[in-house]
């Protein structure tokens, strides 16, 4: 397994339509693999991508894969080829070994967490209507759609401190309950994504590909390694094809006590 880190030069026109397109990007992906990728399975590990937009300059691309990737044309296209060209040392992107860290997780760590995710629910909206997939598309079913996987995928989101507390629990005008802000979570950059899966279907007019992905940014507590790696490793939700299901951890910064 290997986690690698790509940065997108978005004033390249190339780029651009790679960062418009998320089945473009998909693709691009995987022709980084020049054994070609293996159909993934269920229980094992597959290729996972993410972009962060940190900053409209700042744009990364994050891959876990189990083979080691060759971006070369992805520098070429959107990246600075010629800064790889000039220092060998520096092909355009950084791969390192996953494997080490996976194996130092331990019950009872805490880190830091993002993940891309395509939060989704499925509902009946008459009785003997098949149920429909449907994305949650407010912050705190989001949070909640998250939270209610936190059991089976390894982890518990830890909370807040009492007196940091802002927004009391309750329960939302349907009933469901309202975690408040509680946990030491934030949904932001979401984004209602629509494109065409090829050239045909635009050409075509054929219905595009609609996907809604939020991105969370928080802390957890450990609580089983191996389904956490599990997780790492397979990612978590649907869409992974577009970026979405690719969670990493971080150091928790010194000095920060968790609750």
């Not at 130092?104 to 395509?118: C, E, Q």
């Not at 949904?187 to 899966?197: N, P, Y």
Request: aromatic share 6%; net charge positive; glycine share 8%.
């Amino acid at each position: 397994m290997y986690l690698t880190r790509f940065r997108v030069n978005t004033g390249r026109a190339g780029a651009r339509r790679l960062l418009s397109s998320p089945q473009a990007l998909h693709a691009a992906v995987l022709m980084s693999f020049p054994g070609g990728v293996p159909a993934p399975s269920g229980d094992g590990p597959r290729v996972l991508w993410r972009l962060d937009h940190n900053s409209p300059a700042e744009v990364l691309l994050y891959l876990v894969s189990p083979d080691r990737p060759d971006l070369t044309h992805l520098v070429e296209q959107a990246g600075w080829p010629a800064a790889a060209a000039h220092d060998p040392s520096d092909p355009g992107w950084l791969s390192r070994p996953y494997i080490p860290f996976l194996n130092r997780l331990s019950p009872g760590g805490v880190w830091g967490f993002r993940l891309t995710a395509n939060p989704v629910h499925h509902i009946r909206r008459k009785d003997g209507e098949q149920t429909k997939r449907t994305a949650h598309v407010t912050a705190v079913h989001q949070t909640r759609w998250l939270l209610d996987r936190q059991e089976a995928s390894g982890f518990e989101i830890l909370e807040k401190p009492a007196a940091e507390r802002l927004l009391p629990d309750g329960q939302t005008h349907r009933g469901h309950p309202h975690h408040g802000d509680r946990h030491q979570v934030t949904v932001r950059d979401l984004r209602a994504l629509a494109f065409s899966k090829s050239r045909e279907d635009r050409a075509a007019r054929r219905p595009q590909v609609k996907v809604v992905t939020a991105t969370y940014d928080g802390r957890l507590r450990i609580t089983d390694p191996d389904a956490l790696r599990r997780v790492l490793t397979q990612g978590i939700g649907k869409a992974k094809a577009y970026g979405c299901g690719l969670m990493t951890l971080a150091p928790v910064p010194p000095g920060t006590t968790p609750a």
